[in-house]
């Protein structure tokens, strides 16, 4: 079973004496910049300027500077850009980082493969928030938490993990508990149930799903609303309840239809793809193939996002969606 920690096992103090730099205020920097600061950590954000991020981050009243001025001064540098620029940015301050300082993470793509590779002498740490950063800076305001992932990567001071603890505590994740993992294991599971599951898999189940009611006659309209409307209702009951709890709620037709047709869908076949694609994960087939992919400025990506957004589906769901007026709240 995992190891969890909790705010008795975290020293927050530890932390307070550092000046930690958040680089990139997006809505996860934004949150763990507001937590940190309200936790009486000295933080320094960086952003680019005359962007929505670094003017929300002057609102928030920090003064974002450039990742590499924040380098310069800071104890412990937290990385929150997106995966594909963090080799980027780290370029910039790898010049400035000092034997003992810190260096974080909250995934860890880039240092498991091998894109970021850190000097020697310095902490490698990760503080993973398993939620979006709204919600994190939310529960915070709350005198809640979030449960987090932590890890550590290189332990040069033999105090990594207490930093890590401490960071996590300083944002609210020991509140809820911060469960003891690895890059390695964090990064694969990740990307696994990106594709898999969350992102590949749903949206290829919502498709199949409205494709094949439409091209037997069904309206698209109908066919939006039990594809893919209706998942939302579900995933909040398994969100809240769990898989069983859900089928609790549901009615007795539906759960009788889960029992005797859902593992036609995912069959043995699909399980064996789902084992190459963790295979592909695993070797670092994928890692490769996105990195290259980002190298030639994305010509796949860039055709694969104008196909979905041309298909039928998107087309009924941005009129169907203007029935709803919850949606613009």
């Not at 004496?17 to 940190?36: C, D, S, T």
């Not at 498709?207 to 998942?231: R, W």
């Not at 193939?289 to 055709?303: C, G, Q, Y």
Request: net charge positive; aromatic share 10%.
């Amino acid at each position: 079973m995992a190891k969890i920690y909790y705010d008795k096992d975290a020293d927050i103090k530890f932390i307070r004496g550092k000046k930690v730099a958040i680089i990139g205020y997006g809505a996860q920097g934004r949150a763990q910049a507001l937590n940190l600061r309200d936790s009486g950590v000295n933080v320094l954000v960086a952003e680019l300027k005359d962007t929505s991020n670094y003017r929300q981050a002057v609102k928030d009243g920090f003064k974002p500077q450039s990742a590499q001025d924040v380098a310069k001064s800071c104890d412990v540098i937290q990385m929150l850009t997106q995966d594909h620029v963090q080799p980027l940015v780290y370029d910039e301050i790898r010049p400035y980082l000092r034997k003992g300082m810190a260096l974080g993470f909250s995934h860890g793509f880039n240092i498991h493969f091998h894109q970021i590779v850190p000097p020697v002498d310095i902490d490698v740490f990760m503080v993973a928030p398993k939620g979006p950063g709204t919600l994190v800076r939310d529960m915070y305001v709350q005198k809640k938490g979030v449960p987090c992932l932590i890890a550590v990567y290189q332990d040069y001071t033999k105090k990594a993990k207490k930093l890590a603890l401490a960071y996590a505590r300083a944002i609210g994740g020991t509140k809820a508990g911060a469960i003891e993992t690895t890059f390695k294991e964090e990064t694969e599971t990740d990307l696994f149930g990106e594709q898999v599951v969350l992102c590949g898999g749903v949206t290829e189940l919502i498709k199949a799903g409205f494709e094949t009611l439409v091209s037997n006659g069904y309206q698209p309209e109908i066919a939006y609303f039990e594809c893919l409307h209706e998942l939302k209702l579900i995933v909040d009951l398994i969100y809240k309840y769990g898989i069983q709890g859900m089928r609790e709620v549901i009615s007795d037709t539906a759960e009788y239809g889960d029992y005797s047709r859902g593992k036609r869908i995912i069959d043995s076949r699909v399980r064996e793809e789902m084992r190459k694609i963790l295979a592909e994960i695993q070797s670092g087939e994928f890692a490769r193939e996105w990195i290259l992919e980002n190298k030639a400025s994305r010509p796949v990506f860039k055709a694969a996002r104008k196909q979905a957004q041309e298909h039928l589906i998107e087309k009924v769901g941005a009129k169907l969606r203007k029935m709803m007026p919850w949606l613009k709240e």
